[in-house]
């Protein structure tokens, strides 16, 4: 099969994986919604900038330098397996350390057992970790995409239990670690019959992949602290419960952005590798990709704004009502940086870690600013505000700093990729409005129901008249109908 044909049925694989995850995660989080309070999740959402802010390190890049570099051999591999390994057991230690300052820091005494049993997951993690890389590498999605789905299921089965026996916060915690453990198990399992690593730990083994790699952490490290001070501000100055209501409207908004986009980077930064010297095939290829990925997540997030007031009360209870407005906000910031983020799987591609690690510190001169303003606003009503203008800026300043230098000038072909979704989603809101007025004395499941389908069939009524031979052409790659 060809790389092109590879690349359509790795997308495929993946996109039903994350389509079935986060069908399951979508679940979770409505029961857990009417089993925990809103504090809890508040506290979760502490914990996780924190583990999130450490999980960066845990691979430290040198996942994706594997897959970068054409020429790994088998004793570096080993060398990089036992460095994780390492890592792993490195971060442990010091979440566990340091649970006490970051209780200080949030006044939250509940968030140190918290941070204690979470600290667990990279222990847990780091020894599945570069045999998922090496599945990744080889572009075995498919394989992935089934042990991916079955931890999910365990590890949501385990969350919901632990809420419906009244673990509040530790309920997402255990969720977290049956997942986690169960998807470590099964790729160790499968891992160690392909190959196992030696017992070899040299500088000379790495070397080579700790530029990438440190570069590339870095750059997420930063990128990580700026996207994520929003929380970390909301919960040291405005408390749990204000960051709960926030956390399941961002959670909501970041959904699209956070499952498509990771499928489309996790696939196609393996492809733009083995492309990354042919700057012409590596240009068409990424404008594909933008036009493939705003046709998906522009009216998801249109329609999640719409819907809001009726969705967020049905499915998470009338005690969720102040989501309702911070969601509508956060679209915005879900459908800039769904736009933005496409370029990730360029910088890997192209080794240029350095650039991307410049962009981060940019953003973050511009992003913790910009949100402590609108914490200073007393609300999370502003942070959101402060958080979608920021986030349109960077989406103008994405192109002129990071795509032009990495495929050269292409502003009316990167614009002509994006606009038709735009628009079409704009004509496909307004009318589902109208709709949902009209029909506002219908119950609201049946009123919810109404809105999503008229605004599905419109839009894609709309995208089959504009973007009809490009629907084509996708549904003909994935159902293998024709040429690969």
């Not at 004793?75 to 300052?101: C, D, E, H, K």
């Not at 986030?391 to 495929?407: A, E, G, K, S, T």
């Amino acid at each position: 099969m060809t790389l092109k044909g590879q690349s359509v049925k790795s997308v495929t694989f993946t996109g039903a994986s994350t389509a079935i995850i986060s069908t399951l995660n979508f679940f979770q989080m409505v029961v857990l919604a009417r089993l925990i309070k809103p504090s809890d999740f508040g506290l979760m959402g502490m914990v996780n900038v924190v583990v999130g802010f450490a999980g960066l390190f845990a691979d430290m890049g040198i996942g994706s330098a594997i897959i970068q570099r054409q020429d790994v051999n088998r004793r570096s591999l080993s060398a990089l397996y036992w460095l994780n390994v390492l890592v792993g057991l490195l971060l442990f230690g010091l979440l566990v350390s340091f649970a006490p300052v970051v209780v200080v820091f949030y006044k939250e005494p509940r968030l140190r057992p918290l941070l204690m049993w979470a600290s667990l997951l990279f222990l847990v993690a780091a020894f599945g970790q570069q045999f998922q890389v090496l599945m990744e590498k080889e572009l075995e999605f498919g394989r992935l995409a089934k042990i991916e789905i079955a931890a999910a299921i365990f590890g949501v089965l385990i969350a919901v239990c632990l809420g419906w026996a009244g673990a509040g916060a530790f309920a997402l915690v255990g969720g977290a670690l049956a997942n986690t453990g169960t998807k470590t198990l099964v790729l160790v399992f499968i891992g160690l019959r392909r190959w196992q690593p030696s017992l070899v730990f040299g500088w000379q083994d790495i070397r080579g992949y700790m530029t990438f790699g440190f570069n590339y952490a870095g750059q997420r490290s930063i990128n990580y602290i700026s996207a994520n001070i929003d929380f970390l501000l909301i919960g040291r100055f405005l408390g749990a419960q204000p960051l709960g209501y926030y956390t399941l409207a961002y959670n909501l908004a970041n959904l699209p952005s956070s499952k498509i986009n990771a499928v489309i980077s996790r696939v196609f930064f393996p492809v733009f590798s083995r492309l990354q010297d042919d700057i012409g095939k590596l240009k068409n290829g990424y404008l594909r990709m933008q036009e493939f990925t705003s046709m998906v997540n522009i009216p998801i997030l249109f329609g999640m704004a719409v819907v809001a007031p009726i969705a967020i009360p049905l499915f998470f209870g009338h005690s969720w009502q102040q989501s309702v407005l911070l969601l509508q906000i956060l679209a915005v910031v879900g459908l800039a940086r769904s736009i933005a983020g496409t370029v990730g799987p360029l910088l890997l591609a192209r080794g240029r870690t350095d650039l991307g690690l410049k962009w981060s510190v940019l953003i973050a001169a511009m992003q913790i600013p910009g949100i402590y303003w609108g914490v200073r606003s007393g609300s999370t009503l502003g942070v959101a505000i402060a958080f979608a203008v920021l986030q349109c800026l960077y989406l103008f300043l994405n192109y002129l700093i990071l795509i032009r230098r990495l495929v050269g000038p292409c502003l009316k072909d990167y614009v002509l990729q994006i606009w038709p979704s735009f628009w079409m989603s704009i004509v496909m809101a307004v009318a589902t409005m109208a709709i949902s007025t009209l029909s506002s004395r219908l119950s609201p499941p049946l009123l919810l129901t109404v809105s999503i389908m008229f605004g599905a069939t419109l839009y894609f009524v709309l995208a089959w008249y504009r973007k009809k031979p490009f629907i084509k052409d996708m549904a003909q790659l994935v159902f293998n109908q024709g040429k690969v």
